[in-house]
Nanobody, 121 residues
Framework: QAQLVESGGGLVQAGGSLRLSCAAS????????MGWYRQAPGKQRDLVAT???????NYVDSVKGRFTISRDNAKNTLYLQMNSLKPEDTAVYYC???????????????WGQGTQVTVSS
């Protein structure tokens, strides 16, 4: 079993910045794709960004040029740098990771507990 623990959320004014972190621990052999979803009140959970094990990234159009997803494989940690934040970015942000616990096992998907990001106008 692996665990993902998120941190870095909070309250920020429009135009400000936050950096979210997601640290994986437990039974980890390899981590494949990692990413971030977000969910605003009354809305569905939407994909924000993904990053592959070799650093290939994808972003939803609404955050391109403002958000940067990255990972530190030595620390098993995922990051989301959020700049030029807008009130529309307000949501609970969830990280996920595909984790293999051994050299012979297929990866399983794990989710973080969520962290609140609130952007005021």
């Amino acid at each position: 079993q692996a665990q993902l623990v998120e941190s870095g959320g909070g309250l920020v004014q429009a135009g400000g910045s936050l950096r979210l972190s997601c640290a994986a621990s437990g039974s980890i052999f390899s981590i494949y794709v990692m990413g971030w979803y977000r969910q605003a009140p009354g809305k569905q959970r939407d994909l924000v960004a993904t990053i592959s094990s070799i650093g290939r990234t994808n972003y939803v159009d609404s955050v391109k040029g403002r958000f940067t997803i990255s990972r530190d494989n030595a620390k098993n940690t995922l990051y989301l740098q959020m700049n030029s934040l807008k009130p529309e970015d307000t949501a609970v942000y969830y990280c996920y990771a595909a984790v293999a616990s051994s050299a012979y096992g297929a990866p399983d998907t794990y989710w973080g507990q969520g962290t609140q990001v609130t952007v005021s106008s």
